[in-house]
């Protein structure tokens, strides 16, 4: 099983262009984590299965509380505030991590489901699983974290922007990870952030740049491997936004497949 993340230190350099076109010219399976605002959808289409996505937050029985503040103190994100006759549960602050309810003597405290999203199935000629999160959530870590498990095999990882903990946690335990960048000064900063968590996480990289033939001369000014150029083309742009894939560079996305699978040996 191999798993390819594709990621990128900002918005808009054409990361969902790489990650649809990879998985659908090469039939590997993809995943869109990026839940905040998933698009991969709007290329592959087909029979849609969804699953409602639930994590856990406290619920304060104030019959038994005595307002000890233990769980209050236990809580690393400041979730739970306690007053002299009164306790508040902030559930955006929550991470459900359980330390509350464990440390509660009196049994105070129940957790309980609710929904923060949904996880949708799409059967095409490829696999297309992505999250939705719903809106007021503040948190997709957990909706991603669900679509993870539903790797079974090979997959095409299309990552949330930036490098926050929603990229973090997309690209931890990718086999590789392909960072995707434009020739413009804004996307060679963020990149270079990008690199930055990469090394750190120790996953293997490279780069492939969109939009190659902007002026700017971004290739030596990267210390990575490129491992592929997407060309400036108003027909590619035309393409996607239309929502279809880019047949005529199908070429294009085997070959860079075939590079990736080459540094995994």
Avoid: W
């Avoid at 539903?150 to 690209?171: F, L, N, R």
């Avoid at 001369?217 to 210390?223: Q, R, V």
């Amino acid at each position: 099983m191999v798993k390819i993340a594709i990621a990128s230190g900002k918005g808009g350099t054409g990361k969902t262009t790489l990650a649809v076109n990879l998985a659908y010219f090469n039939g590997v399976d993809l995943f869109d984590l990026d839940v905040e605002e998933p698009n991969c959808h709007l290329f592959i289409k087909g029979e849609k299965r969804e699953e409602i996505v639930c994590r856990k937050v406290p619920s304060i029985d104030e019959s038994r509380c005595d307002y000890c503040g233990i769980c209050r103190d236990v809580c690393e994100f400041h979730a739970i505030v306690v007053l002299k006759d009164k306790i508040y549960v902030m559930p955006e602050l929550c991470h459900s991590c359980g330390a509350c309810s464990y440390f509660c003597s009196k049994r105070a405290i129940e957790e309980v489901e609710i929904p923060i999203g949904k996880i949708v199935e799409v059967n095409s000629k490829i696999k297309l699983t992505y999250g939705i999160l719903n809106v007021g959530e503040t948190t997709p870590v957990p909706i991603i974290k669900q679509v993870k498990k539903k790797i079974k095999g090979d997959a095409i990882i299309d990552c949330p922007p930036g490098t926050s903990c929603p990229m973090v946690e997309s690209v931890r335990d990718a086999d590789y990870c392909i960072l995707v960048c434009e020739p413009t000064p804004f996307s060679l900063h963020d990149l270079k952030l990008a690199m930055s968590v990469l090394d750190k996480l120790e996953v293997s990289y490279g780069v492939v740049i969109n939009k190659h033939g902007l002026p700017f001369n971004i290739e030596d000014k990267i210390d990575a491997d490129i491992i592929g150029r997407i060309p400036f083309s108003k027909r590619i742009a035309e393409s996607y936004s239309r929502g279809e894939l880019l047949h005529d560079y199908a070429d294009l996305f085997r070959e860079i497949y075939e590079v990736i699978k080459c540094r995994l040996q």
